[in-house]
Nanobody, 116 residues
Framework: QVQLVESGGGWVQPGGSLRLSCTAS????????RGWYRQAPGKERELVAV???????NYADSVKGRFTISGDNFKNTVYLQMNSLKPEDTAVYYC??????????WGKGTLVTVSS
């Protein structure tokens, strides 16, 4: 059983920064993608940033230039550095890992609240 555990969420004022982490319970050797999605109240879950094997990084237009995704394969961890946060970034952020065989894993989410 694979588990993805997110951390780093919380409350921050507009313009602030947070760093999310997602650690997997085991190392993966063949991945399609690892990354972050979010779901705001009353809205659909949406892609935030992903690392796609062999194809680099992909960001939502709304976060380009503010968020940066990175991975540490040794630690089985993927990070999301979020800068210049806006109230509209408020959401539950979910980590996702998809393996090359199509198996798809999601974390339980971490809440990010941006408000003054």
């Amino acid at each position: 059983q694979v588990q993805l555990v997110e951390s780093g969420g919380g409350w921050v004022q507009p313009g602030g920064s947070l760093r999310l982490s997602c650690t997997a319970s085991r190392r993966f050797f063949s991945l399609n993608l690892r990354g972050w999605y979010r779901q705001a109240p009353g809205k659909e879950r949406e892609l935030v940033a992903v690392i796609i094997s062999g194809n680099g990084e992909n960001y939502a237009d709304s976060v380009k230039g503010r968020f940066t995704i990175s991975g540490d394969n040794f630690k089985n961890t993927v990070y999301l550095q979020m800068n210049s946060l806006k109230p509209e970034d408020t959401a539950v952020y979910y980590c996702r890992t998809q393996l090359s065989d199509g198996m798809d894993y999601w974390g339980k989410g971490t809440l990010v609240t941006v408000s003054s």
